[in-house]
């Protein structure tokens, strides 16, 4: 058997899909090999770029017989920017992709088999969705990070980018020694740029959820799709409101996004970032729910195991931690406390299923587990797992 190297080139068959977005095969020793922008069913002619003792990693030389779902990119850069993996994909595709690969990373990762999901949501609009760029000065300009995380990609228009966001680039700020520049765009505040971290006089973003206005500093995080946000912020309501469950403690709960979708009892709302608890109790007030949703500013993992040393049994907790996931201190306290149910809103599926896997022992059933397409055109989405104990 000839010894495979870095730079050997070999036709393959890819069988499946992976984290990340690689296709995946199987080389003549048996080890598996992740290659970008190729699509399961495809026959590929690839070169090794890295050949560990388990895996190996390729690039693309040619497509010797493709999938009737490689369709073309419509974005010049594609394939050198590191901010899209799937525009080469059928939309459909790239949603039964993300399927397979949460229920890949449960079971593989959390122990969890799940052969269907309970919802799967596509994005109504696949292109020009997002509210937010976060750009970087290069040689040509500002642009996105290329695929090796290092190198500028400059760009004039970013496909997945709405038109209000691509309308500002031309007039972005260049300030000399600024690491990032973002544009922001809000339907009720508008556009606006700026360099580094948003300044403290930066007026708030102006956004709508479920078709009414939701204020976020404009520093902080806001999700960026806004149609998909629409669609989760339903589903938490939906999910939630027939749980015989006297409170919910919405953990991590920036400026009150998922909290607010629970109108018929109290919510209790964890935050570190003290700009958005400011932002949370104004966006409570507006919606008639000052006076059932209060918001507290500090450690999350301080304040849980405060906030559930009573009535843990008929909580709710509400759980949308960084990609990153929950602290360990914080899965810690869940464990100590056992609230009655928990609702896991991830953005990262490899920290979701550590954290579940960490949960279950504790008597917690997956009740409920839905993919919301966040993200199209890459290989990010969100899921949202509902825990009945």
């Known amino acids: 058997m000839t010894t495979l190297a870095a730079g050997s080139v070999l036709d393959v068959h890819a069988h499946g899909t992976a984290l990340g977005g690689s296709a995946v095969a199987r080389l003549p020793d048996g ?22 003792k388990s895996f190996a990693e390729a690039e693309l030389v040619a497509v010797l017989a ?28 790239q949603i039964a992709l993300k399927s397979q690969q949460l229920r890949d990373t449960l079971r593989r990762i959390g122990g969890i088999a799940r052969e269907d999901l309970d919802e799967v949501h596509a994005a109504p609009e696949p292109w020009a969705y997002r509210n937010r760029l976060g750009l970087h000065p290069g040689p040509d300009g500002l642009g996105l990070l290329a695929r090796d995380q290092k190198t500028v990609i400059g760009l004039n228009f970013c496909p997945i980018a709405k038109a209000e966001v691509n309308a500002a680039l031309p007039d972005a700020p260049r300030t000399p020694g600024a690491r990032t520049i973002t544009i922001r765009w809000s339907p009720g505040g508008g ?24 204020t976020v500093p404009t520093g902080s995080f806001a999700q960026v799709n806004p149609a998909v ?17 006297t409170r919910v403690i919405d953990a991590y709960c920036g400026a009150g996004f998922l909290g607010l979708a629970i109108t018929d009892r109290p919510v209790v709302g964890l935050e570190i970032d003290a700009r958005s608890i400011e ?28 906030h559930l040393t009573t009535e843990a049994d008929t909580t709710v907790l509400i759980l949308d931690p960084p990609r990153a996931g929950c602290a360990p201190g914080t899965i810690q306290t869940i464990l100590k406390r056992l609230p009655g149910w928990i609702l896991y809103v991830s953005c990262e599926p490899s920290t979701l299923a550590r954290d579940l896997k960490l949960l279950t022992p504790a008597g917690y059933q997956i009740s409920r587990t839905a993919l919301l397409d966040m993200f199209p055109q890459t290989a990010h989405f969100e899921t949202a797992v509902l825990l009945t104990r």
């Open 31 to 52: 080890r598996v090999c992740f290659i970008p922008f190729a699509i399961p069913g495809e026959d590929l002619r690839i070169r090794l770029t890295a050949v560990k």
């Open 66 to 93: 493709p999938s009737p779902d490689r369709v073309e990119p419509p974005c010049p850069v594609f394939g050198r920017c590191g901010g899209c993996q799937y525009q080469h994909v059928g939309y459909a595709r």
């Open 191 to 214: 556009t606006v740029s700026y360099a580094g971290n948003a300044p403290a006089d930066l007026p708030p973003c102006q956004e709508e959820v479920a078709g009414r206005a939701y």
């Open 229 to 245: 946000a629409d669609i989760l912020f339903a589903l938490v309501g939906r999910w939630v409101t027939p749980l015989a469950a």
């Open 279 to 306: 932002a949370a109790r104004g966006n409570a007030e507006t919606r008639g729910l000052g006076a059932s949703h209060t918001y507290h500013a500090g450690e999350v993992e301080a304040l849980l195991d405060r």
